[in-house]
């Protein structure tokens, strides 16, 4: 009886050393296996944005008063395009805002800078945009482009846009916000500018503009953009490759503010 039972068990044995046998096999293979080549990478990840130190300390103030703060100076040291936010934690009664500037100058009929340049103050970041700075017998405008080339803007006047009481700049359906627009590039003409996109705020004659309609009839006297800007009331401002923005913190004291007051301001 003992041996009917023992006589299968002897055939499973054997089935599973057959079995285990090609196993056995192919670890062996596998242990000589050749490799032909190795390689690592080795790289150091550097922060994308740079800030300059900027820290605002002032004395005894009262309601009322506007506060100028030091320039802060950003810079996208990245080959990519950066979004930035733009905030601050400032308590009810303090209005904060981030003000640049930007040179403007006369062009000839190639659109070369000519003559003297000036310079305007304009709203970076705030609740409203405005522009100082200007000329008396000038006004500063929004010059929001379409695809129109540059021989027939006189012929297709673009809209000289008021800047008072203006959105965010540019607009969604300004040429110079596309995503072809490139005024970084060289190729594109005399640009170079330090911002891709953006809009371009001109200094005209206020003369000359009808309706909302700029008539070129002295456009040998309008400074034009030697760069584009962004206007953002979110903070939310794009900084092109090798970019920078320079921005100004303004507070503005407003009345029952009092005690001591600390204000950041993060760019994120």
């Known amino acids: 009886m ?3 039972i023992n006589k299968p068990k002897r055939k499973f044995n054997k089935k599973l050393l057959m079995f285990a046998l090609p196993l056995f096999a192919i670890v062996l293979v596998s242990a000589g296996l050749l490799f032909y080549a190795q390689f690592s990478a080795t790289f150091t990840v550097l922060p994308s944005i740079g800030v300059s130190e ?21 810079t996208n040291d990245a080959s990519t395009e950066r979004n930035l936010l733009i905030t601050n934690d400032a308590g009810e009664g303090i209005d904060v805002s981030y003000k640049g500037t ?40 929004y010059y929001k482009d379409e695809v ?19 959105g965010n700049l540019p607009e ?11 005024y970084c590039d060289l ?29 070129w009839a002295n456009m040998a006297n309008y400074y034009y953009e030697l760069d584009l800007i962004q206007y953002n009331t979110d903070g939310e401002i794009t900084l092109y490759p090798g970019a920078s923005l320079t921005i100004t913190p303004v507070y ?7 005690g001591y007051q600390e204000i950041t301001t993060t760019i994120a």
Request: glycine letters at 10%; one cysteine or more; aromatic letters at 6%.
């Open 2 to 4: 003992n041996e009917e």
């Open 187 to 215: 190729a594109n003409g005399v640009d170079n500018y330090n911002q891709c996109k953006g809009a371009k705020i001109w200094v005209v004659l206020t003369t000359d503009i009808t309706g909302g309609t700029l008539n």
């Open 102 to 141: 930007l040179e403007l100058n006369k062009k000839d009929s190639e659109w070369s800078a000519i003559g003297d340049p000036i310079e305007i103050e304009y709203t970076i970041v705030g609740d409203e945009f405005e522009v100082t700075g200007v000329q008396e017998g000038y006004t500063a405008i």
């Open 172 to 182: 969604t359906d300004d040429a110079n916000w596309d995503e072809l627009a490139n």
């Open 54 to 74: 900027c820290n605002d300390v002032f004395g005894d103030v009262y309601e009322e008063d506007v506060l100028v703060g030091e320039e802060c100076i950003i």
């Open 252 to 258: 503005e004291i407003g009345i029952g503010v009092s």
């Open 148 to 166: 129109v080339e540059l021989g027939e803007r006189i012929a297709n006047p673009q809209p000289a846009i008021s800047i008072v009481g203006t």
